[in-house]
Structures are given as C-alpha cells and as structure tokens.
C-alpha cells in the first residue's frame, strides 16, 4: 500500500510547501495593502523569487543523475527548500509585527 512517503513524494511535498508559503506571504501583503488603501504589492518580486529560489531547486534536482552517492544534491534540495520554507515564514511574521515607536 502507498502512503505517500516515498522519497519522490517528499520532493514533491518540499515544492508544495515554497510554493504554498509563496503564496500564503502574497496573500497576506495583498490583504494588509488592500485594508491600508495602497495595493503597492506586484508580481515582480515573487517572479524575482521563483527564478531566484524554485529555479535552483529544480536545477539541483535535475542534477541528482550525476551524482556518485545519490542523496548529497536531494539532501541540499531538501535544505534549500526548508530554508526558503524558513525564510518565507519570517517574512509573514514579520508582515505581522507593530513598528515600535519611541
């Protein structure tokens, strides 16, 4: 029976997650300049950030061919993609927090 824990699969579910918190942090700038009346969130930079941080990913993955061990590229894909994941996540956050004002 396949549960969907393979190694094929965990790739995928890495891609999904980037994406998902791509869109996620999208989502979240667009709503917070929808309520402020501003609407200054583009598309540029979430492309800038697909060729910066997805292209790599699918570079190192395509690369796994010729790789003599066979799991150093899926290791660094799978740190890549939690370190975008990581990145993303803060970026929310940080979406979220109050300026301090003295």
């Avoid at 060729?51 to 395509?62: C, D, E, Q």
């Amino acid at each position: 029976m396949h549960y969907g824990l393979s190694l094929g699969d965990w790739v995928v579910y890495t891609m999904w997650g980037v994406f998902a918190f791509m869109i996620l942090d999208f989502a979240v700038a667009f709503a917070r300049s929808f309520w402020s009346g501003s609407f200054d969130t583009t598309f540029l930079g979430y492309l800038k950030d697909i060729l910066f941080y997805v292209v790599p990913l699918n570079l190192i993955l395509s690369m796994t061919s010729i790789d003599p061990t066979h799991y150093t590229l899926i290791v660094l894909y799978f740190i890549g993609g939690a370190s975008v994941i990581v990145k993303y996540a803060a970026d929310i956050v940080k979406r979220f927090r109050v300026p301090q004002t003295d």
